[in-house]
């Protein structure tokens, strides 16, 4: 039952991020396109001898060859936006358990899902960087249900012990923040905050702040790092 659950996820994960992609190529080959047939560079580019022989060549095809080559093009740049990158540290192949997974889109849902894509991503790496620092523990669930376990000892990551239901509410933004951190696991998203251990929503300042050294503020949490 629950590796029947994993395969539906991964396929809607997967789904989510092939619409995503279909969209943005849509995008970007329009805009492509419109600038490669209305760009007054592009235009007098293609006065110069070599391409006006071509053009006279191709006569009524010049346009849809334009077109095409920017088709192309937006295929090329989109390919090279989302390339995977190479995500530093051992332990990625082992933090990608179905359970380590479900943890971290659970701590992007609660904490992030209001966020813009980059928020999300901020706050998934967290995690991932104080999985690789010795101060924290070495496993991403671990991390996130860190403290808490007295009851004057404050949680690290609040949703996990402010006595609510952690059961997502939101299908849509579950979904998102399931696809998060799938990109992050799968070492498709760099880390946006530089390698932050901490962050705090903006309308707060907490005095711990004053100890470490300002990262940058993404969404509306601000991120810190080690001195």
């Not at 905050?193 to 990262?215: F, I, K, M, N, S």
């Amino acid at each position: 039952m629950e590796r029947m659950q994993a395969v539906r996820r991964a396929i809607e994960v997967t789904a989510r991020w092939a619409a995503r992609l279909a969209h943005w190529s849509v995008k970007a080959t329009f805009r492509l396109g419109r600038f490669a047939l209305t760009n007054p560079l592009v235009k007098s580019i293609g006065r110069l001898p070599p391409l006006r022989k071509l053009r006279r060549r191709l006569g009524p095809l010049a346009r849809p060859v334009a077109a095409l080559a920017a088709v192309l093009a937006a295929t090329v740049a989109i390919a090279y936006l989302v390339r995977p990158s190479v995500y530093p540290g051992p332990q990625i192949a082992e933090l990608a358990g179905d359970e380590q997974a479900a943890c971290l889109a659970l701590n992007i849902y609660h904490e992030a899902r209001g966020e813009p894509d980059r928020g999300k991503l901020a706050v998934g790496h967290v995690v991932l960087n104080r999985v690789r620092d010795k101060r924290f523990p070495n496993e991403i669930c671990a991390v996130i249900k860190d403290g808490g376990e007295l009851p004057h000892n404050r949680c690290q990551f609040s949703w996990w012990c402010d006595g609510r239901s952690d059961k997502p509410a939101d299908q849509i933004a579950w979904a998102d923040s399931q696809a998060m951190a799938a990109k992050i696991l799968s070492g498709a998203a760099k880390d946006p905050t530089g390698g932050a251990l901490w962050y705090h929503a903006d309308h707060v300042a907490p005095q711990w702040r004053e100890r470490l050294v300002a990262g940058p503020q993404i969404g509306r949490h601000q991120f810190y790092l080690s001195n």
